[in-house]
């Protein structure tokens, strides 16, 4: 017997639903609201190789695996710390806890720690050494809720005050005495703003320098990620469609992801990288991190980003040596931006590097490591060598 077939107006249904997915997919990943690869694709962020220049990944083989479990095995001591609402957020760190001085990194929207696998590698090796004693600084990394290996919270505290305080858990638990240093790439700039706001007298007191890297203060729902008018209206009518299908259909939007992952990995690439010969390695990398977040978390963060506005929690960070880099070709978070932030902190120090896109700190690893380095020596760490 032939099966019947299911009602026109609930396949234009269906159809609607995963064109509204797979259109977010495209368009979507310009601000991490991205469908990818499946979960279990997974690369070791220690086969991606030296970071002295992304050229050298061309050679690099890299196996399906877990890209936290490497850099995992490099880390000194694994710990959970508590958020204040209980949940549990995965910490690494590198070095002792009675270092002089403590690095504190936090990454983006739907990635994890391991975005930072070149400058942790690369600063651990350097300031691992110091002065032939002991090391300069100690090196802590910290998943955001929902991402990476830390636990999930109730899907109205997915916001950026949340994320603050989430990192002020992770200051008081593993940086209770001692300067620290705090870096952030794209959502992760916006978390310290956040902490800015929420606990404004640490800056200049235990906050001793920052670094905003390819982030932004707010506007993010004005973004046309550099997609022609047509795309950028496509993506505005869209978006709500997938969000909701994230949130309340997270196992369909999960298959869909799965069925959809070639185009989505195309955009990853188009909207993460400015390099016309970046290396596949590295679409993969970032793949795997994203694929890593489930749906309905990269759903329930995205009004927070789109309706970010922490152009008034700038003011603390006035007090202390302040690095804001980005890249010139970033079509995700625009380098007007930035420009943007250096008017609300004139004395920061301002780094524009060529041809790299959003993430710049996997395309460009050098430029970031050494810009991060010489900010250690502006907070008053012994220069790495």
């Not at 902490?195 to 800056?203: G, K």
């Not at 040596?321 to 625009?334: A, E, F, Q, R, Y």
Request: net charge neutral.
């Amino acid at each position: 017997m032939a099966r019947a077939s299911r009602p026109a107006h609930s396949r234009g249904h269906t159809a609607g639903i995963v064109g509204a997915v797979v259109g977010l997919a495209a368009a979507g990943t310009a601000v991490g609201v991205a469908v990818t690869r499946i979960a279990g694709r997974r690369v070791r962020a220690a086969e991606l190789g030296p970071a002295a220049d992304v050229a050298e990944l061309t050679a690099a083989r890299l196996r399906e695996d877990d890209p936290l479990g490497a850099a995992a095995r490099d880390a000194d001591r694994t710990v959970l710390v508590a958020a204040d609402d209980g949940v549990p957020l995965a910490v690494e760190e590198i070095g002792p806890p009675d270092a002089p001085l403590t690095v504190v990194f936090v990454h983006g929207y739907t990635l994890s720690m391991a975005s930072w696998t070149f400058q942790r590698r690369t600063l651990a090796a350097r300031l691992a050494t110091g002065n032939g004693h002991r090391p300069d600084a100690r090196l802590v990394f910290y998943d955001q809720r929902g991402h990476g290996a830390s636990g999930r919270g109730a899907p109205e505290r997915s916001t950026i005050d949340q994320l603050a305080r989430d990192l002020a858990a992770v200051l008081e638990a593993r940086v209770p005495r001692g300067p620290v240093v705090l870096v952030g790439h794209s959502m992760g700039g916006m978390t310290i703003m956040g902490l800015a706001a929420l606990r404004p007298e640490l800056f200049g007191a235990k906050v001793t320098a920052a670094a905003l890297i390819s982030t932004s203060s707010g506007q993010l729902a004005e973004l046309d990620f550099g997609l022609p008018e047509l795309l950028t209206r496509v993506r505005a009518a869209v978006f709500p469609v997938a969000a909701w299908t994230m949130r309340h259909r997270p196992a369909f939007a999960e298959r869909t992801r799965r069925v959809a992952a070639d185009v989505v990995s195309a955009a990853t690439r188009a909207l993460s990288f400015a390099s016309p010969d970046v290396d596949p390695a590295l679409v993969r990398y970032v793949d795997s991190m994203i694929a890593g977040t489930p749906v309905d978390v990269i759903a329930e963060f995205y009004p927070a980003l789109a309706g970010l506005d922490e152009t008034g929690s700038l003011e603390p960070l006035r007090r202390v040596p302040t690095l804001v880099l980005t890249g010139d070709k970033d079509s995700l978070i625009p380098m007007a931006h930035s420009e943007l932030l250096l008017e609300r902190l004139p004395q920061a120090e301002y780094v524009v590097v060529p041809d790299a896109g959003h993430m710049v700190l996997l395309e460009k690893p050098t430029v970031v490591t050494e810009r991060i380095a010489e900010l250690l020596r502006r907070a008053g760490a012994t220069a790495p060598r």
